[in-house]
């Protein structure tokens, strides 16, 4: 089986900037969610995670940018500030987003006047990935994969494919997601975006709080570390995108969905589930999402290992969440420390599963998983190892 | 030994219109496929691509893989009309969740899971006027993984605001007309079907001939998927496949089925289905009786 190797990564989300803000965030506790207001057409305050650009860092910086792709942007920058990228035949880029332009569209579209029309031509997400490529290479070759929230963890995964069984080389996958009247409106209209701060696994949770930002892992074969001489930070073991066809927005409360993408993501990792030293879930704080997953995670093994959700951290970054919670399990397993699930009082009743309340220290964590669930059944699973 | 063939497909197209120089969608009898409440609840782009799913003989253990280059845009700007103040000047205290989840792009591979009680994986390809090639490419390639079957498909639909943007940015009203939508399904089978694809490719460079990828090729399909630009790409001996159903970003799923036909009817031998986005983006498909 072909090893696959994260050798870079660069993130921005509501915690900072840089896998060392991101760390100290992590370790000290720190939410990024925060009173918000700055959305247009939103009246009034709302609880979100918003991402702080450095405009001095983006040298083309422009304002009239798709918000979802000056963040990608500030994430491509932080990456190659990080590690030596070199394409060559044989490298792609893959971007996960679900909101894609409409940050910008929504500003127009509320316009009386019809607004720019300039500005709906930053609609399609391909669009923001052209944009992207250019920060990047220009001629890569590239894809952006649009499966809800799911979307940045099936890039990492197709990275993975190319990698192991396509003959690419290197490939640069995560995704963004920006903020949005849109989609904050959205989990609005479907009663599940909590006023307070939200807390994933709590038996009183009452829904989600959005957040915004942008990740993206430089990935390589074996072949390539020897070209680039880049080290290795973590192997991209295995992974699984399991469709679990209930409801377009909601998962089947027994966990079979979110178990089937699990299994399937260890059996590709030629793991099994004893072997992880922790699970960052995908934890929404949706009565339904955490509901599920728990009772997924119970019926995986018999003994769980410490198992948290981040979300309370960075806020839902929907699209780009599976590519920065890959970040927040690689520093998991760097540091071999599951982390704290912040805001939790009360264990759910059923299935009476508890996430870590602390930073637990993990000895010898090997594997870690993560999990990415979205709208339309599209469940995903990564699991990353110790190199 | 890799042998990937069509082994089935499905569509819902537009014929060009005399009167109106325009695209006009052709559309079958959506009740023999789906419910009169589904139907009620879809938008037109999703009610031609989950017909065309099933109507291609998608199965429960078929992989989906997707492509839209602008996903669903009837749900999309109904949701955004709800977002407007309403007459008091004051945002709408009551807004339908339902065109917000019907709006994400990943929509219809949901809405055909749910149809055929499907758990396999699901990706949608949302990549320009190259959506349909690289949800091809990631097609091809889980067959390479060892998949016997898996099903491929495109869809685009039209609104009324896609000539608008195409106005405010200066297109020419000829090339307007030009717009039009579909939706093409194809299920993949390892050895089994009249017609091989025999590989697909993008590329994000301009591309002068398709020789040089190919020398045995008899037969060029083109067409092009931007919706608003009058560059043309010359292919005089081909056969331009975006005259027969109008431009949209994922046409040249129609561009294969077309070329799937030219083979099947006898026609040629071998076929290049090339899809030029604008002068720098190009998608090529190469087909080949086995």
Known sequence: ?387 | MKDFRISSSAGVHGLPDQNSAGFILQEPDYRDRLSAGSLRRMGKGLRMGVWSALECGATDTDPLFIGTGLGGLTDSEKFLLSLAPGADGQPRSVVSPTPFILSTHNALGGQVAMALDNHQSNVTHVQNGLSFEEALKDALLAMTEGKEHVVVGAVDEHIELLDKVGQGTGAQPSTLNLLGEGATFFRLAQGEGAVRIVQCKTFHRPIVDVESYWEDVELVLFGRSDLFSETAIAFPEGLCYSDECGRYMTNSAFGLYRGMQEIEEGRASTVAVLNSYGPNCHGLILLEKP
Not at chain 1, 71 to 90: H, I, N, Q, W, Y
Not at chain 1, 119 to 128: R, T
Not at chain 1, 135 to 154: F, K, V, W
Not at chain 1, 274 to 302: F, M, Q, W
């Open chain 1, 1 to 387: 089986m072909k090893p696959v190797f994260v050798t870079g990564i660069g993130i921005t989300c509501a915690l900072g900037t840089g896998t060392s803000s991101i760390l100290e965030a992590l370790l000290s506790k720190r939410t990024g969610i925060s009173n918000l207001t700055r959305i247009n057409g939103l009246h009034g305050e709302f609880l979100g995670g918003a991402a702080e650009l450095d405009e001095n860092s983006l040298h083309n910086f422009d304002p009239t940018l798709s918000r979802t792709t000056s963040l990608a942007l500030e994430a491509v920058a932080d990456l190659k500030r990080s590690v030596a990228f070199m394409p060559t035949e044989g490298t792609a880029f893959l971007n996960g987003s679900s909101v894609g332009g409409m940050d910008t569209t929504e500003v127009e579209y509320l316009k009386v006047d019809g607004g720019d029309w300039q500005q709906y031509l930053q609609h399609p997400i391909g669009a923001g990935t052209d944009t992207i490529c250019m920060a990047l290479s220009p001629g890569l070759e590239r894809t952006s994969i649009s499966t809800a929230c799911s979307s940045s963890a099936n890039s990492i995964m197709q990275a993975g494919r190319m990698i192991r069984y396509g003959g690419y080389h290197q490939v640069v996958a995560g995704g963004t997601d920006a903020l949005s009247l849109f989609t904050i409106r959205g989990f609005d209209s479907l009663m599940i975006y909590d006023a307070e701060h939200c807390s994933p696994f709590d038996e009183d949770r009452a829904g989600l709080n959005l957040g915004e930002g942008a990740a993206y892992l430089l990935l390589e074969s074996e072949e390539n570390l020897k070209i680039s001489g880049n080290k290795p930070l973590a192997k991209l073991s295995g992974w699984a995108n399991a469709n679990d066809p209930y409801h377009q927005t909601a998962s089947r409360p027994d966990g079979s969905g979110a178990l089937a993408s699990m299994q399937q993501a260890i059996q590709c990792a030629q793991l099994s589930a004893e072997n992880l030293g922790y699970i960052n879930a995908h934890g929404t704080a949706t009565p339904n999402n955490d509901l599920s997953e728990a009772t997924a995670i119970k019926r995986l093994v018999e003994a769980p290992p410490p198992f948290s959700s981040t979300k309370a951290y960075t806020g839902h970054t929907l699209g780009a969440a599976g590519a920065i919670e890959a970040v927040i399990s690689i520093l998991a397993l760097q540091q071999c420390m599951a982390w704290c699930n912040l805001n939790h009082s009360t264990a759910m009743e059923d299935p009476g599963l508890v996430p870590v309340k602390e930073h637990t220290a993990v000895n010898d964590m090997q594997h870690v998983l993560s999990n990415s669930f979205g709208f339309g059944g599209s469940n995903s699973t990564l699991v990353f190892s110790k190199v």
